[in-house]
C-alpha cells in the first residue's frame, strides 16, 4: 500500500492496475476493463502525457545517454506517442467489436474459423515483445459475427501489457459472455522477445497455448478437425 501525499488518496499497487480507494472519479482514468477486473480497472488513474515524457528522459539517462544531445531530444515524445499506438488495448471496450450480429446466414450453423490472425503484444514481465498468430473458431449459436471483429478483439487485449496464457483466456472470456457461441476454440503460438533477445536467449522457441469451451470442450474430434483445419506447424 502506498500513500499519495499530494491527494491524500490510498493507493493499491496489487492486480494490475493503481487503485484508487476513495469515491472519487478522476478525469483521466483508462476507461476500459480487462473482462475478468472489471472494477480494478474502471479505478485506474492516468500520468499526465508531461509525467510519462520525464518517465521516458529518465529512462534515457538509466540506460547511459544524454537525452538532451539532439537525436533524443524529441525521443520521450516519440515513445509516449508510440506507446499509445503499441497499448491502444487499454482504451477499448473488447465487447464492443461483437456487439452486432448477422442473422441473415441461411442456417449457417458450422464452424467459423479464423486461421492466421497476426498479433503483436508485450510481456507483463519486461515490457517487450511477443508476436504470433492466433487461430479462432466457433460454432454460431444465434447469428454470426463480423470476421474482423474477432480480430478486433484479439488485438483489444493483446495491446495491453500480458502474458500469453491471460490474453488466451481474455478472448475467451470476451467472446463467451458477449456473442454466447455454442463453442469456441482458440490456439495461439507465439514467439516471446525476453526469451530470445534478453535472458535465456532461446531462438524461435514457439510457445502455445490453447483453450476449448462449449461443444469443443469434451469432443476430441471437434478438437482434432479444429488442429486439422489450422494445420500441421
Ligand atoms: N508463463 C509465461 N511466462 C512468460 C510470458 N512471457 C514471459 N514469460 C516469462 O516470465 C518469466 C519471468 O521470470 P522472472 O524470473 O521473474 O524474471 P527474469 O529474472 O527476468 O527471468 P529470465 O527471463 O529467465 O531472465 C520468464 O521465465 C519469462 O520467460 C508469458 O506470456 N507467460
Ligand atoms: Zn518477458
Redesign the pocket.
Known amino acids: 500500500m502506498l500513500v499519495d501525499t499530494k491527494t491524500s488518496t490510498t493507493l493499491s499497487h496489487e492486480g494490475q492496475g493503481t487503485i484508487l480507494n476513495n469515491n472519487k472519479t478522476p478525469e483521466n482514468l483508462h476507461p476500459f476493463p480487462a473482462v475478468e477486473n472489471k472494477d480494478e480497472w474502471a479505478l485506474c488513474e492516468r500520468p499526465s502525457r508531461d509525467e510519462a515524457e520525464a518517465a521516458v528522459r529518465t529512462l534515457i539517462k538509466w540506460i547511459g545517454d544524454n537525452p538532451d544531445r539532439e537525436g533524443l531530444l524529441d525521443t520521450p515524445k516519440r515513445v509516449v506517442r508510440a506507446y499509445e499506438d503499441l497499448y491502444h488495448g487499454y482504451r477499448e471496450d473488447p465487447s464492443a467489436p461483437l456487439a452486432r450480429t448477422f442473422e441473415e446466414v441461411n442456417g449457417y450453423k458450422d464452424m467459423v474459423l479464423l486461421r492466421d490472425v497476426e498479433f503483436y503484444s508485450a ?1 507483463e ?2 515490457m ?1 515483445p511477443f508476436f504470433g498468430k492466433a487461430h479462432i473458431a466457433y460454432y454460431p449459436r444465434n447469428g454470426v459475427v463480423g470476421l474482423s471483429k474477432l480480430a478486433r478483439v484479439i488485438d483489444t487485449f493483446a495491446r495491453r501489457l500480458q502474458t500469453q496464457e491471460t490474453l488466451t483466456s481474455q478472448i475467451m472470456d470476451a467472446i463467451e459472455t458477449t456473442l454466447a457461441p455454442r463453442g469456441v476454440a482458440l490456439l495461439i503460438e507465439a514467439e ?1 522477445m ?1 526469451m530470445s533477445m534478453r535472458g535465456v536467449q532461446k531462438k524461435g522457441v514457439s510457445t502455445v497455448t490453447s483453450s476449448f469451451t462449449g461443444v469443443f470442450e469434451n469432443d476430441i474430434e471437434k478438437q482434432n478437425r479444429f488442429m486439422t483445419l489450422v494445420g500441421e506447424r
Request: hydrophobic share 15%.
Open positions: 510481456c514481465h519486461h517487450v516471446h525476453c
